[in-house]
């Protein structure tokens, strides 16, 4: 196992979400230790995605408490969580169409050089940033429409990378990617957690779970159901927590007495 | 199996090197351009056809247009003629680049020419009925179209009106305030040696002016340009061959020296025109080189993603409004210039038309997020050609009316598909 912190970076205590007549969240508890990668899985509409908008700060929580680094604090805007040291990379990617690549990387937080932009720092920290993550791109200078899906997730996951951010969160980052893609963004998991950070990966795919996660916490109908780790439950135990096919107590039992049994 | 797929990213950890190494060799779908001038050329030649035509359609419009006007009245290109064309043009297009703020959001304002009248009237009736100084009742008037068009904005980003809603019901509102404040008589006169009066009067008659602004265009032009170069080749990144800085520095010269000759040759160079060019530069560089600019630009591409970027929409969105009504006033002040007069008419008929066809015709999206505040200049420039142009053949304004308006679809036309080819090219 990797060793992390006693206390958390990041912990959700009784986060609840509405959206109308929705109950998108209830009670939801997390933790996420630095240098640990927690996979979140569910099925469709679990609430996976509503949960990393309420950390991100997209959606307040209605309820509940978010602690970071032990102490509670309020997230209730996108800056919120940028000055907590939270990068977000979203399902719906969330990228200026018309924007160049190098606009978008740095949205939000240009580079200036006395109050004017600075494009030639900002081109190359960018040019820099996507070399060292192996991203291949035609230019960073065009626009985002004309890049392909694969093309604008890697540009959606250099964002994130940009300003060293404690905690990384990834929703579905591999979803629209090619074979080798998906090895880098993986790769790129992999040492974020070896620098320290704090990961949380959404994924509908077990294989990359099971790769890179530490800890994988299922969400079900908008709740917690069940924490395992990874090393110590098989993929099928995972699945019917998804699933809910299974009794969840036991299946935590199992998982528990399991992990015990190998130490 | 799921050994198997545990194995496959280890085994990809080693990969880095290698794929590093691949970034390296030049990938085969990369558009790497060539250098010097023929890449210049060959870049030209596909933007054209991804659809990205740039300022390139306006310009062969404007050429066809004077060749047209030229070969049916030889007073057409006279310095005389053409001096009054870019006068006139000025109140149309300080108008026209607040509403280029208001279409890179992706919204419209539809109460611009209103606001424009009451700001010469705010200035009419303080400064000759009330005796007030002429300079105060002017920055009362600018700040009146900045707040006027920011309690625009808060009905549209607080409140979730729709911009067209809230302008539209702008339009007549201030039609009628404006009216109001005009009072029984309807018309006042304004002091032709005034502030106001002043700037579309004035003109630097010393040959020097227009030279010296050309000059310090082309310098400015070139040395931005030069230095700008120079940092990028220090750190390492793709440059533009100096050939291409010779060449558009080069053209930049032609035409601002020509348009200096002409004024020269008349009475030299016009204040409206000096003004407008300031504006025209300062607007550029707001929109351009400032993180407020990217910001207006962001919310024109996506407004979720400038929200999850931290951009506070409410507050851009209010100030672009702002910026909108300020310069509807400022270009209320520059047509109550030219008419010498704060009247009932002022800021209605085809003037609110112009403003955004001007806009549009230049080359701004009106699907948003894409446009510059120089689009203005070459739309206002098209639009008074033709206005005047047909005034010099004596043709009435209704066949203008159905010109302009012919133009216009063309634009919107060139537009639409211009999306369309960007899509399919994949740069919507
Ligand atoms: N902005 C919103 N307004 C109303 N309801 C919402 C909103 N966002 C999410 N929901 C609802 O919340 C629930 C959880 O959605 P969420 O997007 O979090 O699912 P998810 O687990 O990410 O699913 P997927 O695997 O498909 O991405 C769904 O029932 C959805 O309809
Ligand atoms: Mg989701």
Redesign the interface.
């Known amino acids: 196992m990797v060793h992390v912190s006693a206390t958390p970076v990041l912990a959700l205590r009784g986060v609840s979400k509405r959206f109308g007549a929705v109950q998108a969240l209830t009670d939801v508890e997390l933790e996420v230790h630095a240098g640990e990668v927690v996979a979140l899985v569910g099925d469709n509409g679990a609430g996976k995605s509503t949960l990393v908008k309420t950390i991100?700060g997209?959606h307040p929580i209605d309820e509940g408490v978010i602690e970071w680094d032990g102490k509670a604090v309020a997230v209730n805007?996108?800056?919120d969580a940028?000055n907590l040291g939270i990068a977000?990379v979203?399902q719906?990617?969330?990228?200026?169409?018309?924007?160049d690549v190098v606009?978008n990387l740095f949205?939000?937080?240009?580079l200036?050089r006395r109050?004017?932009?600075d494009e030639?720092?900002m081109?190359?920290r960018s040019?820099e940033l996507l070399?060292t993550l192996?991203i291949?791109i035609?230019?960073v200078r065009?626009?985002i429409?004309?890049?392909s899906g694969g093309q604008r997730q890697v540009v959606a996951i250099a964002r994130s990378m940009l300003g060293e951010p404690k905690l990384v969160i990834l929703d579905e980052p591999t979803a629209a990617l090619g074979v080798?893609q998906t090895?880098?963004v993986?790769?790129l998991v992999?040492r974020l957690r070896e620098r320290g950070h704090a990961v949380i990966l959404i994924s509908h795919n077990m294989?990359d779970v099971?790769?890179?996660a530490d800890k994988v916490a299922v969400l079900r109908l908008g709740r917690n159901n069940g924490v395992f780790e990874v090393k110590t439950t098989?993929?099928e135990e995972i699945i019917s927590a998804i699933t809910g096919a299974t009794d969840n107590a036991v299946t935590r039992r199992a998982a528990r007495s399991n992990a015990e049994a190998q130490k | 199996m799921?050994i198997e797929?545990?194995d496959?990213?280890h085994a990809?950890?080693d990969?880095?090197a290698a794929?590093?190494d691949?970034?390296v060799a030049i990938?085969p779908?990369?558009?790497v351009r060539e250098q010097g001038f023929a890449g210049y050329i060959s870049e030209f030649k596909r933007k054209m056809r991804a659809g990205d035509l740039g300022a390139t359609p306006v310009v062969i419009g404007l050429i066809v247009i004077c060749a047209i006007f030229q070969s049916l009245n030889s007073a057409f290109l006279g310095a005389e003629n053409l001096n009054n064309i870019f006068v006139a043009m000025v109140a149309t297009g300080m108008m026209s680049v607040g509403i280029i703020f208001v279409l890179l959001l992706g919204e419209i304002d539809l109460s611009v020419g209103s606001v424009s009248g009451v700001s010469a009237a705010i200035t009419a009736v303080m400064s000759v009925t009330h005796g007030v100084n002429e300079w105060v009742a002017v920055l009362a008037a600018l700040a009146a179209g900045a707040v006027i068009g920011a309690l625009h904005g808060f009905f549209f980003a607080r409140i979730g009106a729709p911009a067209f809603a809230v302008t539209l019901a702008g339009l007549l509102f201030w039609n009628g305030f404006m009216l109001q404040i005009l009072g029984s008589n309807g018309t006042i006169n304004i002091d032709s040696d005034g502030v106001v009066g002043k700037l579309t009067t004035y003109y630097f008659s010393d040959v020097a002016a227009a030279y010296g602004l050309a000059l310090v265009a082309v310098a400015a032009y070139f040395l931005t340009a030069f230095l700008?170069n120079r940092?990028?080749e220090a750190?390492?990144?793709p440059s533009r061959p100096m050939s291409e800085l010779v060449l558009r520095t080069a053209l930049l010269a032609v035409a601002a020296f020509g348009v200096a000759i002409m004024f020269n040759q008349y009475k030299g160079l016009p204040l409206a025109v000096l003004l407008f060019a300031i504006v025209l530069v300062g607007s550029d560089f707001v929109l351009r080189?400032?993180?407020y600019g990217?910001k207006i630009?962001?919310l024109?591409?996506?407004v979720?993603?400038?929200?999850?970027?931290?951009?506070n929409v409410t507050a851009v969105r209010v100030s672009v409004f702002a910026v909108a009504g300020l310069f509807a006033a400022v270009g209320g002040l520059f047509w109550a210039s030219k008419i010498a007069a704060a009247n009932q008419s002022a800021g209605s008929g085809d003037l609110l038309m112009n403003v955004i066809a001007a806009a549009v015709i230049g080359g701004t999206s009106l699907f948003?997020?894409?446009g510059r505040t120089w689009n203005a200049l070459l739309g206002v420039l098209v639009i008074t050609s033709i206005q005047y142009g047909l005034a010099l053949q004596g043709i009435a304004t209704p066949i203008q009316y159905m010109i302009t308006g012919g133009v216009l679809l063309a634009t919107v036309v060139i537009d639409s598909v211009t999306r369309k080819t960007?899509?399919s090219?994949?740069?919507?």
């Open positions: 991100a997209v805007k996108p800056h940028q977000t979203y719906d990617l969330a990228l200026c169409d018309n924007i606009g949205l939000g937080r240009e200036k109050g004017v932009l030639v720092e081109e190359r040019r070399e192996s291949r035609p230019s065009i626009p429409a004309s890049l080798e090895a880098q993986l790769d992999e294989a099971k790769a890179v098989s993929q | 799921s797929k545990t496959k990213p990809a950890v990969a880095p794929a590093g691949a970034s990938d779908r990369l558009l700008g940092r990028r750190a390492g990144i080189r400032t993180s990217r630009f962001a024109g591409g996506s979720e993603a400038s929200r999850r970027a931290g951009i948003g997020g894409r960007q899509k090219a994949g740069r919507a």
